[in-house]
């Protein structure tokens, strides 16, 4: 997968993406990442991607051309077509779901504002899909933009190693994550559930289900999807 990222601080996604899982991924050729910064489209001696907002108010608007000529030249420098995300408070809250369909593009070319946002005729024009990481407001969209390259890159096939699949992340069924444990078995902070050590598998997982389904109805009642449920998770719920 290529992601291309336009950014004043191109750099700032690109290092996000240095570590961990999502490096070595990169590592892997299983992504690339290229960074392209629209004040080097900008003309004037001031290279300016900005300007004040018709109609007055507070802060400044990014610039059409800059940013137009940056997607473009991402666009052109490869042939396989790209999907165009726009990170912005205003976007459709991103969630695992969306993430395993952006995973699924050969490309993304991921747009981050800055200031009070972008020219809309720009987002009309060159944006595909408009794509916030929650209800608050970041001073901008590279944090996003790296949540998405981080998100998507760990679901490239290849990218986890077996031990760590993506099939059992919290959200991968809808529920959040069971808790878990390692050594040492008794600590001063406690210990570990009897049921994880009695090798018996069935009971191992009908525990993790239950941990799941529990935690989800408490934490998160807005993910609880209840019609959903099987009998035997009702009757975890219930025990
Ligand atoms: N840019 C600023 N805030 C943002 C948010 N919450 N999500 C995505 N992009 C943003």
Redesign the pocket.
């Known amino acids: 997968m290529r992601i291309d990222v336009i950014s004043l601080f191109p750099e700032f996604v690109a290092q996000c993406a240095a570590f961990g899982v999502v490096g070595r991924a990169g590592e892997r050729g299983l992504l690339s990442m290229h960074g392209w910064n629209p004040r080097d489209y900008a003309e004037g001696n001031y290279r300016r991607v900005d300007e004040r907002p018709f109609g007055g108010g507070p802060g400044m608007v990014m610039l059409i051309d800059p940013l137009r000529a940056a997607i473009r030249a991402a666009r052109a420098a490869d042939p396989a077509p790209a999907r165009v995300v726009y990170?912005?408070?205003q976007?459709a809250r991103l969630d695992q779901a969306k993430v395993r369909e952006l995973a699924g593009h050969a490309r993304l070319i991921l747009l981050c504002?800055r200031y009070e946002g972008v020219d809309e005729r720009l987002i009309r024009a060159e944006v595909d899909e408009e794509?916030?990481?929650?209800?608050?407001?970041?001073?901008?969209?590279e944090l996003?933009a790296a949540v998405v390259v981080d998100a998507v890159a760990r679901l490239q096939d290849g990218a986890l190693g077996d031990a760590e699949s993506a099939v059992q992340d919290s959200f991968e069924d809808g529920l959040l994550d069971c808790p878990h444990y390692t050594r040492p078995v008794e600590h001063e902070l406690g210990a570990v559930p009897e049921v994880l050590m009695s090798g018996n598998h069935a009971r191992i997982a009908q525990w993790r289900r239950q941990q799941s389904l529990g935690r989800t109805w408490q934490r998160r009642p807005d993910l609880f999807d209840e019609a959903a449920l099987s009998k035997a998770d009702r009757k975890l719920l219930a025990a």
Do not use: M
């Not at 794509?131 to 969209?141: F, K, P, Q, R």
């Open positions: 990170l912005s408070p976007g504002g794509l916030s990481i929650g209800d608050y407001v970041l001073s901008g969209g996003a």
